[in-house]
């Protein structure tokens, strides 16, 4: 069992948040997993949602009426206890998701650029962002749009100057030593490498969303061929 | 069918407390942008909390019923009529197949919230039927009342015994205490947030001093505030973390952005402030171009005022047993 170190602040009145670091790590991101686990598993009363990112764990809650209860006082003291009792160590999570992406050409438009900031060729790019060891750190931003890192430091591009009004859906993009999917068409920053013809977010699914926090990534390199086999594939299973 | 939309008005979606539970996915909460009409206003006919009230902004639709039903209208004040009798606002009202409820000139606020008595039918999604609208997710059919959109209403009334049950409603005094009125006032109570020292202290000052008018860009997302810019002593890159409703964030210009139902799950701009959740939904029934201003309480008081008006709404359910008890007889 461990016992990570953390800080605790209100997020308003009816959220609070337990703070594990100021880095973003695999390690701290493995502990805001496992703490997040550890919350919801205990189903604290008037807790309504848990919500993991890359150095904190926000707890939304609301009081009942009667009790005054939760409030900031006793909630911190509750999850101050809980996360006393110790976590299971934080281990990379079971499942790996294998993610077939197209790089470059009409589906990755930012590739060649990148490989000119980098001072690598694009082989190498494509390489390096398929190379095992990446993990969702979250899920945010819009459903099931994960923030997937963290990269080599030769990744640590800022976003682009001036972001794009529409990113098409699938599109694999990167910023900040990580990597990002568009589940739909939303505007964007980030330098598009690729895309995947898979659905991140899908209402008619049990698990409406492909990838989950703590979920270990693989990039496999396709063709474009491959690409559009696969993307009929995909909406022949869903309609 | 029981509810005819002649006209949609501007923005007319279905809104209940919320998607709870599914943040963690990316899932936006959405839900009522002033909870305490939509609580109320399902109060009034004799529904729990959870079911969804019609969010009515600013421009009205045109509604014809086919059946009857009991409803109540709470929040903005826009000049609705059945019949083209003004209707009484917060009180539960009795309207029989045929009749037409209209909106007209707004009088004041910004957003009106209907409630049916047993709730319309609709699918939930995610164990919510919040309108998402982004996602095209919840609702009636994941967007906006459209023009001949029919919704079925679950528990539409019987004509039999239908006149005195209306007398028997109308006869009910209904007292709103304080806690749970509309207010008219500007000012807004927030708490301060951890990063707040990090900001100048002419930022600071000008936040608690100045009014800042809210853009017209501002929607059921976030509110864009325009006013004295709010600079941080050293800016600096912040990690992604949950958001909340009331979020008062600030972008790199310096012109705030309070985020609303509709908000991002997750977000990276600095954060001064939170709005109390008290005065959530009277900045909601504020709109673009008004002017609002801030206070800053103690987290302590803004729960103890939050939870004021929660013991408010369960002693007026007490109170409105009688009204429950007549609607669920009927």
Redesign the interface.
């Known amino acids: 069992m461990i016992v990570p170190t953390f800080t605790l602040?209100?997020?308003?009145?009816?959220?609070l948040?337990l703070d594990f670091g100021?880095t973003?790590l695999v390690e701290t991101g493995l502990i805001c997993l496992a703490v997040?686990e550890k919350i919801r598993h205990a189903c604290l009363p008037g807790v309504?949602?848990?919500?993991?990112?890359?150095?904190?764990?926000?707890v939304?809650y609301h009081?009942e009426?009667?009790t005054?209860l939760p409030?900031?006082q006793a909630l911190s003291e509750g999850l101050a206890a809980l996360i006393k009792s110790g976590l299971a160590p934080a281990t990379h999570a079971q499942r790996t998701i294998d993610i077939p992406v197209c790089y470059g050409g009409e589906h990755g438009p930012d590739l060649t650029d990148v490989a000119k900031i980098t001072g690598l060729t694009e082989q190498q790019v494509v390489q390096m962002h398929s190379a095992p060891g990446s993990m969702v750190f979250?899920?945010?931003?819009?459903?099931?749009?994960p923030?997937i890192g963290i990269h080599d430091p030769l990744f640590a591009l800022p976003r682009r100057d001036v972001p794009r009004t529409v990113v098409p859906a699938g599109s694999v993009a990167i910023a900040n030593r990580q990597s990002t999917i568009y589940?739909?068409r939303l505007p964007g920053g980030w330098h598009i490498l690729g895309a995947t013809p898979l659905k991140l977010?899908d209402?008619a699914r049990p698990q409406?969303?492909l990838l989950?926090?703590g979920d270990q990534i693989r990039f496999i390199p396709i063709s474009p061929e491959e690409f559009d086999r696969l993307a009929a594939k995909q909406n022949q299973v869903s309609s | 069918m029981s509810m005819v939309i002649l006209k949609p008005g501007m923005l007319s979606t279905f809104q209940d407390l919320g998607r709870?539970?599914?943040?963690?996915?990316?899932?936006?909460?959405a839900g009522a942008m002033d909870l305490r009409a939509h609580q109320l206003a399902n109060l009034l006919v004799g529904n729990d909390p959870e079911l969804a009230t019609l969010e009515i902004t600013l421009t009205g639709p045109t509604i014809r019923f086919t059946k009857p039903c009991c409803l109540a209208l709470c929040g903005a004040d826009l000049s609705a009529t059945l019949n083209g009798q003004p209707l009484a606002l917060n009180r539960p009202i009795v309207v029989r197949a045929k009749d037409e409820l209209r909106f007209g000139v707004r009088q004041h606020g910004t957003r009106a919230y209907l409630a049916v008595h047993g709730g319309f039918a609709l699918t939930p999604?995610?164990g919510s039927t919040s309108t998402y609208l982004?996602?095209a997710?919840g609702g009636w059919q994941g967007r906006a009342l459209r023009r001949d959109d029919e919704i079925p209403l679950l528990r539409p009334l019987k004509n039999k015994a239908l006149e005195e049950l209306a007398m028997d409603l109308w006869s009910f005094k209904i007292y709103l205490p304080g806690a749970l009125a509309e207010s008219h006032q500007s000012v807004v109570r927030l708490?301060k947030?951890?990063q707040w020292d990090e900001f100048t202290p002419e930022s600071c000052a000008a936040l608690l001093t100045e009014s800042y008018r809210i853009s017209p860009d501002s929607e059921r997302m976030g509110y864009r505030l325009q006013g004295a810019p709010l600079l941080m002593t050293t800016p600096r890159q912040m990690?992604?973390?949950?958001?909340?409703?009331?979020?008062l964030q600030v972008p790199a210009g310096g012109q705030p952005i309070i985020l609303m139902a509709d908000r991002?799950?997750?977000?990276g701009y600095p954060?001064m402030a939170?709005?109390?959740?008290i005065d959530l939904p009277r900045l909601a029934q504020m709109g673009p171009g008004d002017r609002v201003s801030f206070k800053a309480i103690s987290?302590?008081l803004?729960?103890?005022l939050?939870?004021f008006r929660?013991?408010a709404?369960?002693t007026l359910a007490q109170t409105l047993q009688p009204v429950r008890t007549l609607l669920h007889n009927h």
Request: hydrophobic content about 40%.
């Open positions: 602040r209100h997020l308003g009145d009816h959220c948040s100021d973003i997040a309504t949602d848990v919500v993991p990112s890359y150095t904190s764990v926000a939304h009081a009426p009667l005054g409030n900031f979250m899920l945010g931003f819009a459903p099931g749009h923030y589940p739909t977010f209402l409406p969303t989950l926090p | 709870i539970g599914q943040q963690h996915l990316g899932v936006s909460v999604v995610l982004r996602s997710m708490i947030g951890q990690i992604s973390e949950g958001t909340t409703f009331g979020t991002q799950t997750t977000g954060k939170y709005v109390a959740s987290l302590e803004a729960q103890a939050d939870l929660a013991q709404f369960a």
